[in-house]
């Protein structure tokens, strides 16, 4: 989804306005880098898994022809069924483990990534919280940066999180069903929901490019 971002964004002296961020606004600055660099990894992961999510639907698939062709052999109404064939064993079944496993540790790490981003959120919740406390519940009069006030971070920090909160509960739910669903078309329905990833749309990216821009990783 993301295929036209830039690599991580390094949280350095030479990308700062030192002499401006300071306190809360360095703490924002850095989550947004942190943000940007968690979900170019989201991102990754899901295009690795996809691969391996493919590669498993396509060996199932292969599974089933087979199974039907040993089925159909087998019928009474098959010229061959007066020598039986002997019932096929499951084709390629420890593959078919060790591809499951590797779609599993891509899940694991995507439940990492989820992680650190609420760690981002309770941060971010944090800052508002002293923002609060210093300033009244109005928080500062000054922006910290071109035009947001805390709050706003808070927000968007928010809805970053319960995006990829919820498309992990799907790629989770994938991982389950996958190695066991006999129908090609549900096992195209899994892998389109896999690669578009229906709860991170478009306006998502647009909320991270909106943090970055707010915050002085990208040029206005």
Known sequence: MFSGVSGDIMVTSTNRKCSAVTGSARKIKDNAADWHNLILRWEKL???GFNVAAYIVNMRLSQNSQL???DQSSSPSSPSSASAAP??????AAELQDECCKLQD???????VVKKMEQLMTSQRGIQDLEE??????GRKCPLFHTWNTKQ???LSGVLWEAFSQELKLKQTILQELAHTETSDLCMVYLSCWLHQPFIPPQIRLTLESVLLETGHRPL
């Open 46 to 48: 899901n295009e690795d």
């Open 87 to 92: 019932a096929a064993p499951a084709v390629g």
């Open 68 to 70: 039907q062709l040993v």
């Open 153 to 155: 971070f808070k927000l």
């Open 106 to 112: 891509v899940v694991d790490k995507m439940v990492t």
């Open 133 to 138: 406390f210093q300033f009244g519940p109005e």
